[in-house]
């Protein structure tokens, strides 16, 4: 079927709205982080201990990334039934108004028992709709572009994470530098209120962009015994190997996100940095990223997704064990100067051509959950747990010594190199197919659509 090729135009559309919208919902989900460290737990479970209430607000934050694998499940088998561009309007309107709800929760004081209940919900949707979105703004953004620039454009997905990442940061930074009552009686609310404003302009970006071409070729072709079957089921019968490979070669990294973007949190102050400026260096080197990434993402347009993600892999296996020895040196240009370049080059390398890389894995029928399910299982065992089995071998270790975590780090390099290197190529693949004429990694005999 010959299908009108995007305009410019709509690409440029297409590539704002898919940054924008995980912008918007990473914004939204990790503000929830820095609000349940710093003031939930004497807001919503004042009747607890300031410990244990701290603790109990943290849980919450846990129950939304058990949610984001059953949201890239759920969205993604209506994004490849119904259509990408419906699906990513339903993610971000749900994420906008959860986000703009929580600010409008009453204390516990209030209405007691309620006001947990509510932020527990809420919570729980917000992880929903973040596992739908990513896996839609990826494949918008590389089903409108050419082969040639794919993975460039797929790129501005992924910089939405970061970039939500610093904003959300910085604004909850900005309000805790209010004084402790007003901060706790509204001044949290105003990040969260302010989603309703980033909602608005999200949509606006959104609406009109026109829906996945590759998306509607597909639809159009004579493939109704294949879609009547569930994505997930289509998935799980005859991808599931694919799925396993794609989590594994993203493992090291998102592992190593986890270890030096999160666990160092905890572990950089028990060596005397003040958290101000770990907090800080971590949001340098995040905000960093969103830089590296579309170079990275470009570079594999060029000479291939396999020699980027090679080097990443091998960067993070290899860096692991010096790197902390520069973190344990104590000495403050160091930490922060090894920590940033860490996050800027070397983590970054395979967080931005993944994205592309799963998006040419799956047929078209089954590309949403594919890539939904794939990136958040990978991020849920490494960025996810990452940092607890850093924290359980330092202990193990007699809690100085992260040798064991380094050695962690460079295994799980090994078994992704090791997964990396039996797979094909993916760069220039057509992303028109369906699961009975085309074979994942490899060219389509078709002509593609994209191109």
């Known amino acids: 079927m010959a299908t009108t090729p995007t305009s410019k135009a709509q690409q440029r559309r297409v590539w704002i709205s898919s940054y924008l919208g995980t912008t918007i919902e990473y ?37 939304g990334y058990v949610a984001r694998f059953a949201g890239a499940v759920i969205f993604g088998h209506y994004g490849d039934r119904l259509g990408r561009k419906k699906v990513m309007l ?19 004081a209030a209405i007691g028992v309620a006001a947990p209940l509510l932020l527990v919900i809420l919570r729980l949707i917000q992880g929903l709709a973040v596992g739908g979105e990513y896996g839609g703004a990826v494949l918008m953004a590389s089903e409108h572009a050419g082969a040639r620039r794919r ?63 590759v998306f509607l070729a597909d639809v ?36 190593g996100q986890g270890v030096f973007g999160v666990f160092l949190v905890s572990y950089a102050p028990a060596l005397g ?9 971590i949001m340098i080197g995040t905000l960093g990223s969103v830089f590296t990434t579309p170079i990275y993402a470009a570079l594999s347009d060029r000479i291939g997704r396999k020699a980027v993600l090679i080097f990443g892999t091998v960067a993070n296996g290899l860096v692991a064990y010096p790197l902390f020895l520069l973190i344990d040196s104590g000495v403050t240009a160091v930490f922060m100067v090894s920590v940033i370049v860490y996050l800027c080059f070397f983590m970054t ?20 959950t594919g890539v939904s ?38 295994v799980l390099a090994i078994i992704s190199l090791t997964v990396l290197l039996r797979m094909k190529e993916t760069a220039g ?17 078709q002509p593609p659509v994209d191109a």
């Open 373 to 410: 399910a794939s990136y958040q299982l990978a991020q849920t065992v490494g960025s996810g747990l990452g940092p607890l089995i850093a924290a359980s071998l330092l202990a193990a270790a007699g809690g100085a010594d992260p040798t064991l975590i380094a050695v962690y780090i460079g």
């Open 151 to 213: 993975g460039l454009a797929a790129s501005a997905a992924t910089m939405g994470a970061p970039s939500g990442a610093v904003i959300a940061t910085g604004a909850m930074t900005l309000v805790a530098t209010m004084d402790r009552e007003a901060l706790l009686s509204w001044g949290w609310r105003i990040p969260f209120l302010a989603s309703f404003l980033l909602l608005a302009l999200g949509l606006w970006f959104r609406a009109r962009i026109e829906e996945s071409p």
């Open 27 to 63: 914004y939204d989900f990790l503000l929830y982080g820095s609000a349940a460290a710093l003031v939930f737990g004497p807001v919503f479970f004042s009747q607890l201990s300031p410990l244990l209430g701290t603790i109990v607000a943290l849980a919450t934050l846990a129950a």
């Open 90 to 108: 339903v993610t971000m309107v749900t994420m906008g108004l959860c986000s703009g709800f929580i600010g409008l929760i009453p204390s516990y």
């Open 349 to 368: 390398p395979v967080t931005s051509v993944s994205a592309v890389m799963l998006s040419e894995l799956f047929p078209t029928e089954v590309r949403y």
């Open 220 to 255: 159009a072709r004579e493939t109704a015994p294949v879609r009547r079957r569930s994505p997930i089921v289509e998935i799980l019968r005859n991808h599931g190997g694919t799925v396993t490979k794609a989590v594994v070669v993203q493992l090291a990294s998102y592992t």
């Open 429 to 445: 693949t057509s992303l028109r197919g369906s699961t009975a004429e085309s074979t994942p990694g490899v060219d389509s005999a």
């Open 273 to 281: 940095y003040a958290p101000p400026l770990v907090l800080l260096t």
